[in-house]
């Protein structure tokens, strides 16, 4: 296999430059980190190590943000890979661990890979909230619900300019095919191979007679707009964005461009699913 890059040298050889966004409180993280910090120096790759959230890597010089832990540090990771527009892998020290691709049993084969340009780069499809003048981006979900755990909200959903729903609920849930395996799924939501391109809009704990997810195109523009006077927090991939009041709004959408995940393998979405859930 080759790394489809679109042009250019698809190897990583020569002055290597990576990141690395590690899980500090995982002792098994922590001690895989080290060990591949040291395999990469020991080849004579650079290494920049992320200290904290917050971080920027558009002005690092790069090649590729590695992330050692499970699905929540991947997840901070693809945010700083995204916004420094690098691709991002996973050693996967968690438990389920759909984010991640590599074995940490496999570093020095992993390593070797990278070099020898046996990888692919896959697009992941992004969403992004826009409220209040802010917008964020993520690669799983954007989650709007209730900040007060004994009273549900209620939202008014309009799609593509169109009135839709009206949800009395504990929240809805706006995935990706990639976060369809995260909160949405817990809330009901079906699971979506990550190769097709859609938004997934879930219910959390609907009081409402209609509360089945709705699968919609990826161009599809989705207004949620808070009825009641209750207050609503809004996060993207886990992190809180903002809060909502009556009358205020949030525009959920596609993002503007995906995020590259490094592969090595061709799996077939159906031997993911069997192998994460042990079914």
């Known amino acids: 296999m080759v790394c489809e890059r679109g042009s250019g040298d698809a190897r990583l050889g020569g002055a290597v430059r990576i990141g690395v966004v590690p899980n500090r409180v995982r002792e098994a993280a922590v001690r895989f980190t080290r060990n591949l910090m040291a395999e990469a120096r020991s080849r004579g790759w650079e290494v920049w190590v992320d200290e904290g959230e917050g971080a920027d ?11 050692t832990g499970g699905d929540g540090t991947m997840l901070r990771a693809v945010s700083l890979a995204y916004r420094a527009d690098r691709p991002v892998l996973g050693f996967n020290l968690g438990t389920l661990g759909f984010l991640a691709e590599a074995d940490p049993g496999d570093l020095s084969r992993t390593l070797d890979r990278l070099e020898q340009g046996e990888y692919r780069l896959v697009p992941r499809m992004t969403v992004m909230a826009e409220l209040n003048g802010l917008s964020d981006l993520g690669v799983n979900d954007v989650v709007v619900e209730k900040i007060d755990s004994q009273r549900l909200i209620e939202l008014e959903v309009e799609v593509d300019s169109e009135p839709m729903l009206s949800y009395r609920a504990d929240g809805l849930v ?20 990550t190769r097709v391109d859609a938004l997934v809009m879930t219910p ?24 009641r006077d209750r207050p609503v927090q809004v996060s993207v991939d886990g992190r809180t964005t903002a809060s909502l009041g009556m009358g205020d ?20 979405f159906s031997t993911v699913v069997t192998e994460r859930f042990g079914l």
């Open 174 to 193: 706006i995935s990706t095919p990639t976060g369809s395996t995260a909160y949405s799924f817990s809330a009901g939501g079906p699971l979506l191979d």
């Open 57 to 67: 890597l558009s002005d690092e010089p790069t090649d590729l943000v590695i992330a």
């Open 249 to 268: 709004e949030v525009v959920v959408r596609r993002g503007p461009r995906p995020v590259m995940f490094v592969a090595f393998e061709r799996v077939a």
């Open 204 to 227: 959390v704990a609907p009081h409402s007679l209609f509360s089945r997810s709705l699968v919609l195109s990826p161009e599809s523009v989705i207004r949620c707009r808070v009825a």
